[in-house]
């Protein structure tokens, strides 16, 4: 059997020192001159003049075969080639190709040659795991520069191959490989082919109790990781394909419940509400709001309460359950109230008041648009303008009822009383009226009953108009079209439009 020696030790400095050195001190090459005679010159040797005037390139690859280390730089050498291949191939127009070549970049040659060599080293110790590790290290190191994608994969499926060759930790490694590429794959927008691997990695996982260094178990960490992703993917296909949209949520669901991640179910299962709600389906979409609901009183975090509520109201109010989406409703203002977030309140009260219109309790319905525009004051002067408008719709239909049967009571002194108030228009006309202190005979107040009941129902047609829809249900933008019915996946309130807010 060969014997494999030690490199020899050379007390001469290193060979990319001189080069280094020459690159320092802004010393240019001249024309070479005759040698008068071999061995030493003006006390100089031959290899030290050698080194000086090389490239860096070119005296890395010389210390890496005098140390005996073949291995190292044909790899090195073939990432040479490779690069220069890629550049001068006619289809590359990637604006890559004007970033300097590898071999001009000394901080990156002096990374590649040490763990290259401690890769070669581990490989004839049989330590393929420590081999796995500097593989491992070069793709990290890459992953910092975009113009280096190219070695950050390379030295990836490095590490694929060398996990394999790793027999005493039962496919630990080769988890962690897929895991990897992963993840760099995910980092680089590439979310198909990262699932791909993120799937394996979980598969890899089932069954073993792993750990990774901080003592987290691996299986763990590909269910939130494909939780994360499926989630993502997610967004991506929200408006292009529904329903794959939410085979994918249910996917991030399970991911979430299974890893024991207790938030993130509920944020999945929050998410899987907004998209059924936004395909028109309230009765499923309430089902995942109330786990999320149930989720967010467990962990006592008030915000995410109040979004289940407010969701919950508004699945409620499509289905035309305004009495329960009323209750809902004022839920969401009591937790909105404590919230340091007047944006979020005045929604809120807005909502509330909406539903107070629409259910004929106008005195409420009034209070909560004045608390709404009060709180968005020197926020949004347009929106508070639309909530002074709502406010004024609901306070007249407050007063409708009892003015109509005052004009048809024909009673000279309520008309007088009347004509009065119209001068200032508060609410002792109407106070007086519904304590009896105005006279009227019983057949006109039978008429006036009738009347009222009348009013009632025109005010109830009245607040279903567009105009008195809530500011929120009604602004338009790019991204909120002329209907209102704008959804979002994530954390962000969902906004159902008029149909929905008027079924």
Known sequence: MATILPPVPS???????????????GVKRTKAKPRPSAGKLAGIDRAEVGAYRNSYKHNLCLEILQEGNVSSFIELFQLFEHQKKDREAPDNESAIKNEPLLIHQPEKLDKLKSKLVEVEDSRRNGKHNKAYDAYLDLAQYFEQFPSDEWLTDHFHKQCMKESLRVKSDEGKKQAESNYSIGIALEKRGDLTKSIEYL????????????????????????????????????????????????????????????????????????????????????????????????????????????????????????????????????????ITKDLDDKAVYSEACSSLAYLYNILGSYDKAVENYEIAARHFANMDQERVDLLNINTAIASSHDKLASYSQ??????????????????????????????????????????????????????????SAPSVVPAFQRQQSPDNPADGSQYTLGESNVDVGDEASQS
């Open 199 to 334: 799937e394996t990695f979980y598969e890899l996982t089932q069954g073993q109790d792993w750990q990774n260094e901080d003592g987290v178990f691996l299986h763990d960490t590909a269910c939130i990781q494909l939780y994360q992703t499926y989630t993502a993917v997610a967004e991506e296909l929200y408006e292009q394909d529904p329903s794959e949209c939410i085979e994918y949520l249910k996917k991030a669901y399970r991911m979430a419940s299974e890893g024991g991640h207790k938030s993130e179910t509920g944020m999945a299962s929050h998410r899987l509400g907004n998209i059924y709600e936004a395909i028109g389906d309230p009765e499923v979409a309430l089902m995942y709001h109330k786990g999320y609901l149930d989720r967010a009183k467990r962990d006592k975090n008030p915000v995410w309460t109040g979004k289940a509520y407010e969701a919950m109201a508004r699945c409620e109010q499509s289905q035309g359950n305004l009495e329960t989406a009323t209750e809902y409703y004022q839920e969401f203002v009591n």
């Open 406 to 463: 005052a004009i048809q009571s024909g009673d000279p002194k309520v008309t007088a009383t009347l004509m009065e108030w119209k001068d200032y228009r508060d609410r002792s006309f109407i106070d007086a009226f519904a304590s009896g202190t105005l006279p009227i005979d019983s057949e006109q107040e039978s008429l006036g009953t009738e009347s009222e009941e009348k009013v009632a129902a025109i005010g109830a047609a009245a607040v």
């Open 11 to 25: 007390e001469s400095k290193s060979l990319t020192t001189f080069t280094r050195s020459r690159a320092s001190t």
